[in-house]
C-alpha cells in the first residue's frame, strides 16, 4: 500500500521526541508526507524537527505538549483538523521498569492518562473527523500487554487496552474508512530501553533497531491488523500464545523477567 497515496499529504506522530516515534517521523517523511509532531520535551521535539527539515522538503508543525493532561487533545486536533491530517501514530508511552508498589499515585494516573484516555480520545475524535473518509490510525502495544507481567504491571496492563481498543476499532470500523493496525513490540533499542539495560542481556533476544520497527510497520500498515516486527517478536508471540497453556506461558514470560530484572540490579551494583 502506498501511504501517501492512501491517506492524504499529512502525517501525525504522538510521541515522536526521540527513539521510535522519530523513527516514524523519518519513515513517513522519507514517504513524503507533512508531519504534525508530538512530544512532551521541547528540546528533543526541536533536535528531530531540525533533523528533519536538513534531510527531507517536508512541511512540519511541532506541539509540545504533555499528554497526562485531558487539554491536550485540544491542539492536537485542532492541527490534525486544519491540516487535513489522516493518518495518526499513537507512540506516545509511559512505561518505567520497577517493582508496582514503587509507583506513585500521581505516576499511576499518568499510565490511565498517556497509555489509555488519550489515545482512546484520540481515537474517537480522530474516527469522527474521517468518518466516511479513507483514514488510517496505528497504535503501538507490546508483549507484555498480552500477559500480566511482573515489574511493568500498570504498562503490560495498558498495552492490553490497547489490544483490545484496536481490535474493536478495526471490526467496528472496516468498511467505513477507518483502517487499524496495531504494532507489538518485543525490545527496541530505545533510550527508555537502554536506560534498563544498558548492555545486551544474554540470552536476550536482541533489541530492534527503531527504524526497522517503524519501516517494518509503515509498508504493512493496512494489509493485517496485527503487525509483529520481527522473527523474535513474531516466534515469541507465537510459541506464548498458540502452543502452550497460557499458565505455562505466562510462568515463562515472567520467569524471564524476573531473571532480566536481577540481573539489571546486578549490572547498578557494580
Known amino acids: 500500500m502506498e501511504l501517501k497515496t492512501t491517506y492524504g499529504a499529512w502525517a501525525c ?7 521510535l516515534g522519530a523513527a516514524f517521523a523519518f519513515g513517513l517523511a522519507r514517504r513524503g508526507f507533512n508531519l504534525i509532531l508530538i512530544d512532551l520535551d521541547p528540546e528533543k521535539l526541536s533536535e ?4 528533519v527539515r536538513r534531510t527531507h522538503a517536508v512541511q512540519l508543525v511541532s506541539l509540545c505538549v504533555d499528554l497526562v493532561d485531558r487539554e491536550s487533545i485540544q491542539p492536537i486536533m485542532a492541527a490534525i483538523e486544519s491540516s487535513g491530517c489522516r493518518f495518526l501514530v499513537y507512540n506516545a508511552a509511559y512505561g518505567p521498569v520497577r517493582p508496582f508498589l514503587q509507583n506513585t499515585p500521581d505516576e499511576l494516573d499518568r499510565y490511565i492518562q498517556v497509555n489509555m484516555a488519550t489515545p482512546m480520545q484520540l481515537a474517537h475524535r480522530f474516527a469522527a473527523l474521517h468518518s466516511g473518509r479513507k483514514a488510517g490510525l496505528l497504535l503501538i502495544s507490546s508483549l507484555a500487554g498480552w500477559r500480566g507481567t511482573r515489574y511493568v504491571v500498570p504498562y503490560a ?3 492490553a487496552f490497547t489490544w483490545n481498543l484496536a481490535e ?3 471490526y467496528e470500523r472496516e468498511g467505513v474508512g477507518l483502517d487499524i ?13 537502554r536506560s534498563f539495560f ?5 540470552l536476550q533476544p536482541k533489541a530492534m533497531a527503531p527504524q ?24 515469541s508471540h507465537f510459541l506464548l500464545n498458540r502452543v502452550l497453556p497460557r499458565s505455562w506461558a505466562s510462568g515463562l514470560h515472567n520467569a524471564v523477567m524476573k531473571r ?11
Do not use: I, M
Open 13 to 19: 506522530v504522538a510521541g515522536a521526541g526521540e527513539g
Open 48 to 51: 528531530v524537527e531540525a533533523a
Open 157 to 159: 496492563a495498558s498495552k
Open 168 to 170: 474493536g476499532l478495526h
Open 181 to 193: 493496525g496495531l504494532c507489538t513490540l518485543g525490545p527496541v533499542d530505545t533510550p527508555n530501553y
Open 198 to 202: 544498558p548492555r545486551q542481556p544474554l
Open 212 to 235: 526497522a520497527v517503524a519501516e517494518y510497520a509503515l509498508r504493512r500498515f493496512g494489509r493485517r491488523l496485527f503487525l509483529f516486527p520481527g522473527f523474535s517478536t513474531a516466534f
Open 260 to 270: 532480566l530484572w536481577r540481573l539489571n540490579e546486578r549490572e547498578n551494583s557494580k
